[in-house]
């Protein structure tokens, strides 16, 4: 998927991307990171991470422009940002089980650090959804929570990662690589060439 990006262009129930790791394993730690535009107000998903046990296993969800929330095992943190009307985003996550630390990043700056599950595992046997929201494992969807927009260059790993290593290797991640991304697209979802870096 280098270099491309994916579209939703409309509202819909139907239309979403299921992502297929490399590897399956549960989650001590993780960083999540990737691209987005919109140009929506309301309620959406960006990723969506369900087991059959916790719908909301790893969520990221933003309430409406500039809030972000990020759901470990249903808990969830919430994260202001300053909006970025008509730009594209970066965003970046991560979370460690050790110390229930998670940090959100947006476009490079730290949006904060906040608790969230100490001593949890994410469970590994996931359906992992681009462009909907679970509310139950694989489906559940809601039209007034799609994404009607662009996502790229999202990777996900298995450790924690710095700022500079976030940076560095954006697209790279051991569980999902943006440059070997393994998937399958469900509805009206269409593949062009990323507009943004």
Same mark, same amino acid.
């Given at each position: 998927?280098?270099?491309? #990006?994916? @579209?939703?262009?409309? !509202?819909?129930?139907?239309?979403?991307?299921?992502?297929?790791?490399?590897?399956?394993?549960? =989650?001590?730690?993780?960083?999540?990171?990737?691209?987005? /535009? $919109? !140009?929506? $107000?309301?309620?959406?998903?960006?990723?969506?991470?369900?087991?059959? %046990?916790? #719908?909301?296993?790893?969520?990221?969800?933003?309430?409406?422009?500039?809030?972000? +929330?990020?759901?470990?095992?249903?808990?969830?943190?919430?994260?202001?940002?300053?909006?970025?009307?008509? #730009?594209?985003?970066?965003?970046?996550? +991560?979370?460690?089980?050790? %110390?229930?630390?998670?940090? /959100?990043?947006? &476009?490079?700056?730290?949006?904060?650090?906040?608790?969230?599950?100490?001593?949890?595992?994410?469970?590994?046997?996931?359906?992992?959804?681009?462009?909907?929201?679970?509310?139950?494992?694989?489906?559940? /969807?809601?039209?007034?929570? %799609?994404?009607?927009?662009?996502?790229? !260059?999202?990777?996900?790993? &298995?450790?924690?990662?710095?700022?500079?290593?976030?940076?560095?290797?954006?697209? %790279?991640?051991?569980?999902?690589?943006?440059?070997? =991304?393994?998937?399958? !697209?469900?509805?009206?979802?269409? @593949?062009?060439?990323?507009?943004?870096?």
């Amino acid at each position: 998927m280098g270099g491309k #990006a994916f @579209i939703f262009p409309q !509202d819909s129930n139907t239309a979403y991307v299921s992502l297929i790791p490399v590897v399956k394993k549960t =989650l001590q730690n993780f960083t999540l990171c990737l691209k987005a /535009f $919109t !140009d929506l $107000t309301r309620s959406y998903s960006l990723f969506s991470y369900s087991t059959r %046990s916790q #719908a909301n296993e790893l969520l990221l969800f933003v309430n409406k422009r500039g809030e972000y +929330s990020l759901y470990i095992g249903n808990s969830v943190a919430t994260f202001k940002a300053p909006e970025s009307l008509y #730009a594209p985003v970066h965003i970046c996550t +991560s979370w460690e089980s050790s %110390s229930g630390i998670a940090e /959100f990043w947006v &476009d490079g700056k730290l949006m904060g650090r906040k608790g969230l599950r100490k001593g949890y595992n994410i469970g590994s046997e996931a359906k992992i959804i681009l462009g909907q929201e679970q509310d139950s494992f694989g489906g559940g /969807f809601d039209t007034q929570q %799609s994404l009607v927009g662009e996502l790229w !260059d999202v990777s996900l790993w &298995d450790h924690v990662l710095s700022l500079k290593e976030m940076c560095k290797t954006c697209y %790279s991640g051991n569980l999902l690589n943006w440059q070997a =991304l393994h998937y399958e !697209d469900h509805g009206y979802v269409v @593949i062009k060439p990323k507009m943004w870096v």
